[in-house]
T-cell receptor, first 115, second 109 residues
Framework: NAGVMQNPRHLVRRRGQEARLRCSPM?????VYWYRQLPEEGLKFMVYLQKENIIDESGMPKERFSAEFPKEGPSILRIQQVVRGDSAAYFC?????????????FGSGTRLTVV | RKEVEQDPGPFNVPEGATVAFNCTYS??????FFWYRQDCRKEPKLLMSVYSSGNEDGRFTAQLNRASQYISLLIRDSKLSDSATYLCVYNFGNEKLTFGTGTRLTIIP
C-alpha cells in the first residue's frame, strides 16, 4: 500500500514560469490537503479538497495559485508566474473519510526553487 | 500573538537524558492536539495525539493543560534517533491543522 505520492521531489523554475505539483493520495483516502513550509517556518495550510470539490481554500494566496482534485488522477497545485518568494517545500497530505485531522498521512513533499 | 508558540531551541541533550518541551496556543477553541516530528528536509510524521488526561507511548509522554493553554512533550531515556524537530499541532475540530515552527532537538552521544 503505497503512501501519499508527490512529484516531482524537486522542481526548479525561473521567475515568471508555471509550477505544477502533483499529489496522489493513499488508496482509500478521498481527502487531500496542501501545506506550504517556507524556510525556517512552520507548515501553513493552503487548501482542502475532495474529489472534484474545493472544500476550504482559506490559506491559498489570492492570485497565481490554484488547486484541483479531478475525478480521475492526482491532485494538482498550480502556481502561475512564480516569484522568488514561492520557493518553499509543498507538502500534500491525505486522509480517509470521517477521520479528519486524526487520519493524516503526509507525502514527502515537493521542494520548489525559483531562480 | 502567534497562534502556536514553541521555543525553537536548539536543545542539545546527552544520550539517555530526559528532555521536555512546552508549546502554548492562543485559541481556546482548539479541540485536538498533536505532536509531530520532522526530520531534516523530510515530511512531518505523527508522533502522538495529546489528550486532556495525558497519555504515554513508550518513552514519550504528552500532557494538555487547557486552563493554561499549553501542551507538553516529555522524552525519557533519549536516543540518538530522537534527534529531529518536534512540531506542536492543533486544530479546531475541522480538517485543517495549525503547526508551530518547531523545537529542534539534538541528542549528543
Amino acid at each position: 500500500n503505497a503512501g501519499v505520492m508527490q512529484n516531482p521531489r524537486h522542481l526548479v523554475r525561473r521567475r515568471g514560469q508555471e509550477a505544477r505539483l502533483r499529489c496522489s493520495p493513499m488508496k482509500g483516502h478521498s481527502h487531500v490537503y496542501w501545506y506550504r513550509q517556507l524556510p525556517e517556518e512552520g507548515l501553513k495550510f493552503m487548501v482542502y479538497l475532495q474529489k472534484e470539490n474545493i472544500i476550504d481554500e482559506s490559506g491559498m494566496p489570492k492570485e497565481r495559485f490554484s488547486a484541483e482534485f479531478p475525478k480521475e488522477g492526482p491532485s494538482i497545485l498550480r502556481i502561475q508566474q512564480v516569484v522568488r518568494g514561492d520557493s518553499a517545500a509543498y507538502f500534500c497530505a491525505s486522509s480517509p473519510p470521517f477521520q479528519g485531522s486524526y487520519g493524516y498521512t503526509f507525502g514527502s513533499g515537493t521542494r520548489l526553487t525559483v531562480v | 500573538r502567534k497562534e502556536v508558540e514553541q521555543d525553537p531551541g536548539p536543545f542539545n541533550v546527552p544520550e539517555g537524558a530526559t528532555v521536555a518541551f512546552n508549546c502554548t496556543y492562543s485559541n481556546s477553541a482548539s479541540q485536538s492536539f498533536f505532536w509531530y516530528r520532522q526530520d531534516c528536509r523530510k515530511e512531518p510524521k505523527l508522533l502522538m495525539s495529546v489528550y486532556s488526561s495525558g497519555n504515554e507511548d513508550g518513552r514519550f509522554t504528552a500532557q494538555l493543560n487547557r486552563a493554561s493553554q499549553y501542551i507538553s512533550l516529555l522524552i525519557r531515556d533519549s536516543k540518538l534517533s530522537d534527534s529531529a524537530t518536534y512540531l506542536c499541532v492543533y486544530n479546531f475540530g475541522n480538517e485543517k491543522l495549525t503547526f508551530g515552527t518547531g523545537t529542534r532537538l539534538t541528542i549528543i552521544p
